[in-house]
Each structure stands twice: as structure tokens, then as C-alpha cells.
């Protein structure tokens, strides 16, 4: 095969789509058999991307075969290189051992280099199974080349005596001892800090106030993106939007693009980039930057209702906004950093009631059980 097609259509009245993201993509030949051991075994390590920045993510995959025809326990061991470590909550296991092995452990690897499963089942009849994890560099980590390989201990019978042998992966796609990942020296930025503020519930027909506070100790960014999603029921407030400095000095060259996603019925999306196209990005400023813009409540009609146990007309809707900052920048440091900034706000409707108490007309304010 010569040629990839991907064909990809969209309902966006703008010409910009953002409901697709093609990265860099890697095509590889069938890889060669991996050796089966004189116990029945073979096992293999691959790594998703060989060339890379100190600033990204490194996939690796495992493949383990038992040729047995029983079922086999081992305990699987990969000690990262120094400067690696194991990312957190990334271990994908096989499904035979994520629900039905209740004998399998795994260490607590989440930032160290040592990633370890005990009572790792394979299953026999050559069957194989595949475990998944992700690893990082530390912010000292030089350039140069990374390898090393994994391994799997397993109880076996040599000359009629039970003894416990080990077996080193070799590389997936070369058979080699260890896959090897060249890695460049990438500039690493600091985190970017978004704090969403928002009240503390709301009111039908509410003009709802959102304001993202974003902090970047970085160089400016460019080519930024936000979308925010939020509950159809909702309206943007028309003229709310506005970006602005730490000294509240409006930021030029940034516009609100308002779609939807192209469900039916219309999912809105509020986007904010570099033109009112929405071709390109803006550019985050270094320092402290403001977003804001207003969305309206529906009508109490229009909330989706019941009674509560005291007979109260009460609303059970949540406003979720959900955020996403991307960016069409090539560094693959600064990506690293934007990919954490999503997140999302959730804003409960709240009944609130005020009762006078003394000719003073002061009063007290109490919330009803939601």
C-alpha cells in the first residue's frame, strides 16, 4: 500500500473542524514471530515512537504467548532506564487478568521505574495477551539513546527438580535484544494553571457568569484554541466575551466563534480563537490572562423538574461546562503542558428564599434541601 485515504466529513459552517485530530502516524511492517522458549513462551516489547523529546510520553506494549496448554502464572518485572519513570494510571491490562485473575497484584509504580505484576496470567492454547504503559523522562533527563527490556519469572521443571526461570523480552519488530528510543533534548515548560470561577449555583433565567484564570509561567503560546461545552438548555449571552490582562487591559486579536457539534438536536460549542473564522488560534499570553463570557439559564419550563419530598418544585439539571485548550503549535513541549489544562465546571441549580424578620428589613437567607 502506497497511499492512506481518510475520509472525514462535518456539519461546521466555519471552516475550521474541530471534531478531528490527526497525529503524526507511524506504519509498520507485520512483525516477525517472536521465539517460542523450550517452556512455551514468548515474550516481546514494543515501543510506539523511536524518535522523540525529553517532553513526550513514551508508549510501550508487551506481548506475552503461551504455547502451554494449561494456564500459566508469572510475574512480570520492567525496570525503566535512569531519568524514566512510570506514569501514573497507565497500565492497561488484557481483559483475562483486568476481570477475571483475582490473584494478580501490582505494585505501586506511579513514579518510580520499577513497573511489577505478580500472578500474571497467561492463558494456554496459544493464547497471548498484551499489557500496555506509558513512562516519562524527568525534567534532567539528557539526550542520548534509551533501551532496556523487560522480563517474566515462571515456575518450571528441569531434569524432574522445580526451579524459577526467567525470559527477556526482545524488540517486537526487530527481534532484537531491546527496542532503543533516540531521544532529543526538548525545553521543558512549566505547568499552566486554569482556575475556573464561576457561582455556586443558579436560578432560571440566570445570566451565569464564567471566568477562566489562566497562568502561564511560560514564553507567550500561539495558535491556542478554547472550546466550551455546555448543556444545550443554555444560551450564550450575546457580547459577553472578552479576554483581558492581570491590569484588566483587553488582549486584541481573539474572537468567539459560536457551533454546534453537528448532532441533532444541536449541541452548542462556544470556541475561542485567533480570527472569527476560527481558522487560526490566538496567542496565550506569559503571566496572568482572563476569559470571560456569560451563558443564560432557561425559563423554569425548561429545567428539567420533580417534587421533593416536601412538595417543593425543584430542579434536578446541573450546568456542566466542560473546557478544552489546544493548540496547532509544533512544540512538542508546549503541547505536553496544554494538553492538562482541560477540565470542567459543574454549577447546580440552587433555590434560594429570603424572609424578612424585623422592621430593619434585614434579612435571612436560607437554602432549600436540594
Same mark, same amino acid.
Request: net charge negative; glycine share 6%; with cysteine.
Given at each position: 500500500?502506497?497511499?492512506? $485515504?481518510?475520509?472525514?466529513?462535518?456539519?461546521?459552517?466555519?471552516?475550521?473542524?474541530?471534531?478531528?485530530?490527526?497525529? #503524526?502516524?507511524?506504519?509498520?511492517?507485520?512483525?516477525?514471530?517472536?521465539?517460542? =522458549?523450550?517452556?512455551?513462551?514468548?515474550?516481546?516489547?514494543?515501543?510506539?515512537? *523511536?524518535?522523540?523529546?525529553?517532553?513526550?510520553?513514551?508508549?510501550?506494549?508487551?506481548?506475552?504467548?503461551?504455547?502451554?496448554?494449561?494456564?500459566?502464572?508469572?510475574?512480570?518485572?520492567?525496570?525503566? #532506564? +535512569? @531519568? /524514566?519513570?512510570?506514569?501514573?494510571?497507565? $497500565?492497561?491490562?488484557?481483559?483475562?487478568?483486568? /476481570?477475571?485473575?483475582?490473584?494478580?497484584?501490582?505494585?505501586?509504580?506511579?513514579?518510580?521505574?520499577?513497573?511489577?505484576?505478580?500472578?500474571?496470567?497467561?492463558?494456554?492454547?496459544?493464547?497471548?495477551?498484551?499489557?500496555?504503559?506509558?513512562?516519562?523522562?524527568?525534567?534532567?533527563? %539528557?539526550?542520548?539513546?534509551?533501551?532496556?527490556?523487560? /522480563?517474566?519469572? @515462571?515456575?518450571?521443571?528441569?531434569?524432574?527438580?522445580?526451579?524459577?526461570? +526467567? $525470559?527477556?523480552? !526482545?524488540? *517486537?519488530?526487530?527481534?532484537?535484544?531491546?527496542?532503543?528510543?533516540?531521544?532529543? +533534548?526538548?525545553?521543558?515548560?512549566?505547568?499552566?494553571?486554569?482556575?475556573? /470561577?464561576?457561582?455556586?449555583?443558579? *436560578?432560571?433565567? =440566570?445570566?451565569?457568569?464564567?471566568? @477562566?484564570?489562566?497562568?502561564? %509561567?511560560?514564553?507567550?503560546?500561539?495558535?491556542?484554541? !478554547?472550546?466550551?461545552?455546555?448543556?444545550?438548555?443554555?444560551?450564550?449571552?450575546?457580547?459577553?466575551?472578552?479576554?483581558?490582562?492581570?491590569? =484588566?487591559?483587553?488582549?486584541?486579536?481573539?474572537?468567539?466563534?459560536?457551533?454546534?457539534?453537528?448532532?441533532?438536536?444541536?449541541?452548542?460549542?462556544?470556541?475561542?480563537?485567533?480570527?472569527?473564522?476560527?481558522?487560526?488560534?490566538?496567542?496565550?499570553?506569559?503571566?496572568?490572562?482572563?476569559?470571560?463570557?456569560?451563558?443564560?439559564?432557561?425559563?423554569?419550563?425548561?429545567?428539567?423538574?420533580?417534587?421533593?419530598?416536601?412538595?417543593?418544585?425543584?430542579?434536578?439539571?446541573?450546568?456542566?461546562?466542560?473546557?478544552?485548550?489546544?493548540?496547532?503549535?509544533?512544540?512538542?513541549?508546549?503541547?505536553?503542558?496544554?494538553?492538562?489544562?482541560?477540565?470542567?465546571?459543574?454549577?447546580?441549580?440552587?433555590?434560594?428564599?429570603?424572609?424578612?424578620? =424585623?422592621?430593619n428589613r434585614t434579612f435571612r437567607i436560607f437554602r432549600r434541601r436540594q
Amino acid at each position: 500500500t502506497s497511499e492512506i $485515504l481518510i475520509r472525514y466529513s462535518t456539519s461546521f459552517q466555519t471552516p475550521r473542524s474541530r471534531d478531528i485530530f490527526i497525529s #503524526p502516524i507511524t506504519v509498520r511492517a507485520i512483525p516477525p514471530p517472536t521465539p517460542v =522458549n523450550e517452556d512455551g513462551f514468548s515474550f516481546a516489547k514494543q515501543v510506539n515512537v *523511536r524518535e522523540i523529546t525529553t517532553c513526550e510520553p513514551v508508549d510501550f506494549s508487551f506481548f506475552i504467548e503461551n504455547t502451554n496448554c494449561d494456564d500459566r502464572y508469572v510475574q512480570f518485572l520492567d525496570t525503566l #532506564p +535512569e @531519568y /524514566m519513570y512510570w506514569e501514573p494510571n497507565t $497500565l492497561v491490562l488484557d481483559t483475562t487478568n483486568a /476481570m477475571h485473575n483475582g490473584k494478580i497484584a501490582i505494585n505501586n509504580y506511579a513514579g518510580s521505574r520499577l513497573l511489577r505484576i505478580d500472578s500474571l496470567m497467561v492463558p494456554g492454547g496459544g493464547s497471548r495477551i498484551r499489557l500496555r504503559a506509558t513512562a516519562r523522562f524527568e525534567d534532567n533527563a %539528557p539526550a542520548g539513546i534509551y533501551d532496556n527490556r523487560a /522480563m517474566i519469572v @515462571y515456575d518450571a521443571i528441569e531434569n524432574s527438580v522445580p526451579i524459577i526461570k +526467567e $525470559l527477556h523480552s !526482545l524488540d *517486537r519488530e526487530t527481534l532484537e535484544l531491546s527496542p532503543s528510543i533516540s531521544v532529543g +533534548e526538548g525545553e521543558k515548560q512549566e505547568p499552566i494553571t486554569v482556575d475556573v /470561577m464561576a457561582p455556586a449555583n443558579y *436560578r432560571e433565567n =440566570n445570566e451565569i457568569t464564567i471566568t @477562566y484564570r489562566i497562568d502561564n %509561567p511560560n514564553p507567550p503560546i500561539t495558535d491556542m484554541y !478554547l472550546d466550551v461545552d455546555y448543556n444545550e438548555t443554555f444560551t450564550y449571552v450575546m457580547n459577553s466575551f472578552g479576554m483581558t490582562n492581570a491590569a =484588566n487591559q483587553p488582549i486584541s486579536g481573539v474572537y468567539r466563534v459560536t457551533t454546534d457539534d453537528g448532532e441533532d438536536p444541536p449541541v452548542p460549542i462556544l470556541t475561542i480563537a485567533g480570527d472569527v473564522n476560527g481558522n487560526t488560534g490566538f496567542i496565550l499570553p506569559s503571566g496572568v490572562s482572563y476569559i470571560t463570557f456569560k451563558l443564560k439559564a432557561p425559563e423554569y419550563d425548561g429545567l428539567v423538574s420533580e417534587l421533593d419530598d416536601n412538595g417543593v418544585f425543584v430542579t434536578k439539571e446541573t450546568l456542566v461546562i466542560f473546557h478544552s485548550f489546544s493548540s496547532e503549535i509544533e512544540d512538542p513541549c508546549a503541547i505536553d503542558v496544554i494538553t492538562k489544562m482541560s477540565g470542567e465546571r459543574q454549577i447546580p441549580y440552587g433555590s434560594i428564599t429570603h424572609i424578612k424578620t =424585623n422592621r430593619n428589613r434585614t434579612f435571612r437567607i436560607f437554602r432549600r434541601r436540594q
